[in-house]
């Protein structure tokens, strides 16, 4: 059982560039989660999906940030009009909830960094 | 937005220590997860915890659900080199986590 994929790892761009990650789930898990980690600090929660649907969204998705899951399966993570501040690494994770469960699986990142 | 207060913010040990480090809130969750960070690496789940009072192990590592739902522990017994990391609490009320600022581990041979 392969975990969950994060493309790419790094990625570096000028200020003002869009920006698109893409998050491979655990196979079978309907829950997909984007958080996002700054140095020196622990994730913080961004946006999640149940299959295809995008249930909630935190108050750290700016309008620039777009994020969708079309066929439930993978997702993307998009950052338009880059700015310094959005320097980070994103992280995914995914969960298959049972009646008292929800626990939560991490890709490996993907570091942004805006220059 | 929303932190857990994690302590110690960093711990110095010699190989073969033990290691104890919490966390607590204010606000009650119904789960306790704890995390292990590589440099450059996203979280590895260590242990999940999902009932007040509850005491689970894995290998080296033990944690607890605090009685008060507000706090968790973890303790790692016998401390190895690959031990290095930086670990975070996590609490979840609902769908997303919260999580504690992390606690950087350092072990010497």
């Known amino acids: 059982d392969t975990g969950v994929s994060q493309d790419p790892r790094h990625k570096i761009t000028k200020r003002g560039q869009n920006v698109t990650f893409r998050c491979d789930p655990i196979?079978?898990?309907?829950?997909l989660y984007w958080y996002r980690q700054t140095l020196g600090q622990g994730p913080e929660f961004l946006t999640y999906f149940q299959n295809e649907a995008q249930l909630e969204k935190s108050r750290l998705l700016s309008d620039r940030f777009s994020a969708e899951r079309p066929k439930g399966s993978f997702s993307t993570l998009e950052i338009q009009r880059t700015e310094q501040g959005d320097s980070a690494m994103y992280l995914c994770a995914s969960s298959l909830p049972d009646v008292l469960t929800d626990t939560q699986y991490f890709g490996p990142g993907t570091r942004l960094t805006v220059l | 937005g929303q932190q857990l207060n994690q302590s110690p913010q960093s711990m110095f040990i010699q190989e073969g220590e033990d290691v104890s480090m919490n966390c607590t809130s204010s606000?009650?969750?119904?789960?306790w997860l704890w995390y292990k960070q590589d440099p450059g690496e996203g979280p590895v789940l260590l242990i999940a915890l999902y009932k007040a009072g509850e005491l689970t192990s894995n290998g080296r590592l033990t944690a607890q659900f605090g009685i008060t739902r507000k706090d968790s522990f973890l303790n790692i017994s016998a401390s190895i080199p690959s031990d290095v990391g930086i670990y975070f609490c996590?609490?979840?009320?609902?769908?997303?986590?919260?999580f504690g600022k992390g606690t950087t581990l350092s072990v010497s041979s």
């Open positions: 606000s009650i969750f119904n789960t």
């Open positions: 996590a609490g979840q009320a609902g769908t997303a986590l919260i």
């Open positions: 196979s079978e898990h309907n829950r």
